[in-house]
């Protein structure tokens, strides 16, 4: 069975730019922040967002001028990724990128059907934000930006989307469409998603996350002396109709398991994107429960990069060999599950 | 590896809707444009569209409830229930969790989003309905067609723009070959709404009522909507319940141009070409048709010919755009390829690119099909898709052996 390696990542987050940051706010949470200087229009109350986030310090002049932040934040978190993996580019035409999300950038899409709207002239639109309307255009610029020739795709799925985007990336590694993929997922705070999420589980506090992680052949990292964080040994997704999420997460972790060749018991760590709902609660009771959204906040499809993160966090101080599942569902029926093996001794 | 083939079609679209009424469309040259309904178009100097007007998904749905759903997830579901139909498919008779779903699109339920834009212009962002918001998540479109039939496996929608479709497929075709699916119901959908018909127009990509892929003075894209599924399975599975495939699905292959956001780039569409075929175990010279990405506009036509002449060189093969009966279906749009490849594979014709006038210098080696359907042994067919971002993906498919 082919496994593959995770051999590196890059975060932007509430705690910041880093897998340090990261790790650090997963040790000692600090709470959202006031976040009413970054817009107007903004429901009350803190959220885990990032203020101080600013693309064109981070990225550069060039080409930034019209990014939207989703767009931004993911081309920070890939480019902190191909820096800690240290993979190299020469064959950028093997070289591609799966990237996670709900709608892209809702507030871009939004505010451009909305110009329609209330211009003084229906098509009196910036051409130059078109791009930005489109869901695969942090992908597509992800691409641009570190010359990726290689699977350049983007995937719709809310809190599934990282492991959507995951099951989808070895899929295409087990196929040999590419060497090395780099996958993520990202969701902005803006007051869009900052309403949405008051609007649909008013008990959630909103949050923004864009995590990427280098995923290869396992053989191919070790070969070429590249650091392993963990290994992703089994990925498995389904869909429950009539929305009977519970059994069919379940089947889900249960199928992930026995593909990944580890027992139940085997599993230390399960970290689930949910709060309050605890519908994933009933998989997996014996293995201690990392729950990313007490120290993140509601991120929607960063909530995925969130877990797993928090997971290689974890996994890297438990010993190399340890075993950790990452679950996720969506409520309209989606479930997922992925049995992720640590393989770095020290952390770093 | 094993086999893959195509068992079922599902098209909604402007210019028919099921296979028959689509296949006629093709060979009749069909044009699928029209004036604008689904949104105030006053104000625009450009007022056509390829709507899907008669659509009525109350009437193709079986489990579905329509108000619990956006305008492309119902494309999605209605679509795959055709194919479904189409391929005589008995789903009590395959395994929930042997099937899979793949979806494609580019914008998702933008229709919910400009509901909710509408809402917010009108109230505030806290007037956004959460009927609305639950309904605006783009994976929605995967969900809507496995919970129309009954599917436990793998979900997934594929948002890569305007090659999604050749993605959701192209994925099937290794889900299916691997052995991990029996079925896969997989293709796109995409609604026609205003802020792309403004965001093309504003590019200069939009033409007024006429889409002239090809054409020495063609103006752009009409944009365009619909449902375009098929039904994929193993060799072995349609072999054993005896169904009749419409053709094989041979392989695909997907490259990223990384050059820039909108704008075509010929060397990479060329590299994508030639990828495609090798996983497809084609040469050039066994290619019969290409279904052109074809949208109509200066840069794309221009740059898709001459990668096609870089690839094919003298002995490029016939090509013709059903965009132009289609206009640009976005996600749909390389799911209509499919469809239109499988029809042009199993009934011997290939499909006209209309609304062709003028011919243009710059595609003087190549036969773009115009106006006229045409009587022709198809044994393998090239759909192209290209997409804003360079997300390039192309299939190949071919006559059953």
Redesign the interface.
């Known amino acids: 069975m082919t496994s593959f390696a995770i051999s590196g990542w890059g975060m932007v987050s509430a705690a910041g730019v880093g897998r340090k940051r990261f790790a650090d706010a997963f040790d000692a949470p600090d709470g959202p922040v006031d976040v009413s200087g970054m817009y107007d229009d903004l429901p009350p109350g803190p959220a885990y967002a990032l203020p101080s986030f600013n693309a064109r310090e981070l990225l550069g002049r060039k080409g930034t001028s019209f990014l939207d932040r989703a767009t931004a934040m993911a081309l920070v978190a890939c480019e902190e990724a191909l820096a800690d993996s240290g993979l190299p580019l020469d064959r950028a035409d093997r070289v591609g990128v799966t990237l996670g999300t709900t709608v892209g950038s809702l507030r871009s899409t939004s505010d451009y059907s909305r110009e329609t709207l209330v211009a003084e002239k229906p098509y009196l639109v910036n051409p130059v934000l078109f791009p930005n309307t489109v869901m695969n255009c942090a992908a597509g610029q992800a691409g641009i930006r570190f010359g990726l020739r290689g699977v350049n795709a983007t995937i719709a799925g809310g809190r599934l989307a990282l492991l959507n985007a995951l099951s989808y990336a070895t899929g295409l590694l087990r196929r040999d469409h590419a060497d090395a993929l780099l996958v993520g997922s990202v969701e902005e705070f803006t007051p869009h998603t900052a309403w949405l999420t008051r609007l649909s589980t008013p008990d959630s506090v909103p949050g923004e996350a864009a995590g990427v992680f280098v995923v290869e052949p396992l053989d191919t990292a070790v070969a070429a002396g590249r650091r392993v964080d963990a290994e992703v040994l089994a990925v498995a997704t389904g869909f429950a109709p009539g929305g009977e999420i519970t059994a069919a997460l379940a089947t889900c972790v249960a199928t992930a398991l026995d593909r990944a060749g580890v027992a139940a018991s085997e599993v230390r760590f399960v970290a689930t994107g949910e709060a309050s709902d605890r519908l994933e609660s009933a998989t997996l009771p014996d293995a201690e429960r990392i729950l990313v959204q007490e120290s993140f906040g509601e991120c929607h499809a960063g909530t995925g990069a969130l877990q797993l993160a928090a997971l290689l966090v974890t996994l890297g101080r438990a010993g190399s060999g340890t075993v950790g599942v990452l679950t996720g569902h969506t409520r309209r029926g989606g479930v997922g599950a992925a049995v992720i093996k640590g393989a770095t001794a020290c952390p770093r | 590896m094993g086999r893959v083939v195509i068992t079922g079609l599902g098209p909604v679209s402007s210019i028919g809707t099921g296979a028959r009424e689509f296949a006629a469309g093709l060979v009749d040259g069909r044009s699928g444009a029209s004036p604008i309904q689904s949104f105030d178009s ?4 450009h007022v056509h569209a390829c709507e899907v007007h008669d659509f009525a998904p109350a009437e193709l749905l079986h489990r579905l409830r329509t108000n619990e759903w956006g305008r492309s997830g119902l494309f999605a579901a209605a679509a795959a229930r055709l194919a479904v139909t189409d391929a005589g498919l008995d789903l009590g008779a395959v395994a929930p ?1 042997r099937m899979s ?1 793949a979806m494609g ?4 339920e933008s229709q919910v ?2 509901a ?3 809402q ?2 009108a109230g ?3 007037s ?1 309905s ?1 009927a609305l ?2 309904q ?8 809507a067609v ?2 129309e039939l ?12 305007c090659s999604a479709s050749n ?1 959701a497929i192209g ?1 099937a075709y ?2 299916l ?2 052995g991990e699916a029996d079925v896969v119901l997989a293709g796109g959908a995409d609604s026609v ?4 018909h ?6 200069g990509a939009l033409t007024e009522s006429r889409c002239a892929p090809f054409d020495r003075d063609r103006a752009g894209i009409l944009t365009g909507e619909g449902g375009a599924v098929v039904v994929l399975e193993t060799w072995e599975h349609a072999e054993a319940r005896g169904a009749q495939p419409y053709a094989e699905l041979l392989g695909y292959g ?9 704008a075509p780039n010929a060397t ?1 569409i060329a ?1 994508c070409m030639r990828l495609a075929h090798r996983n497809a175990g084609v040469e050039p010279d066994q290619i019969d048709y290409i279904c052109a990405h074809g949208t109509g506009t200066a840069a794309n036509d221009a740059t898709e010919a001459q990668a096609i002449v870089d690839v094919f060189g003298a002995g490029a093969p016939p090509v013709s755009s059903i965009k132009s009966m289609l206009g640009h279906t976005m996600g749909a749009a390389s799911g209509f390829g499919v469809i239109a490849s499988a029809l042009a594979v199993r009934e011997g014709f290939l499909p006209p690119t209309i609304n062709w006038r003028t011919p243009d210098p710059a595609f003087a080696g190549i036969d773009t099909i115009p106006n006229q359907a045409r009587r022709a042994t198809v044994r393998v067919v090239q759909n192209n898709g290209f ?5 390039n993906a192309i299939t190949v498919l071919g006559a059953v052996a």
């Not at chain 2, 997409?387 to 997300?391: M, Q, R, T, V």
């Open positions: 006053r104000g625009f100097p969790d779903v699109t580019t914008s998702g989003v400009e909710l834009t509408a917010i212009v505030g962002l806290e956004m959460p918001l639950e605006h998540p783009a994976e929605q479109l995967g969900y496995s919970e009954g599917v436990t496996g793998p979900v997934i929608t594929l948002a890569t723009a993605y994925h290794d889900l070959a691997a709404c205003r802020w792309a403004a965001g093309f127009y504003r590019l997907l490259n990223c141009d990384a050059h820039h956001p909108v990479s590299a997409a804003f971002g360079g997300n």
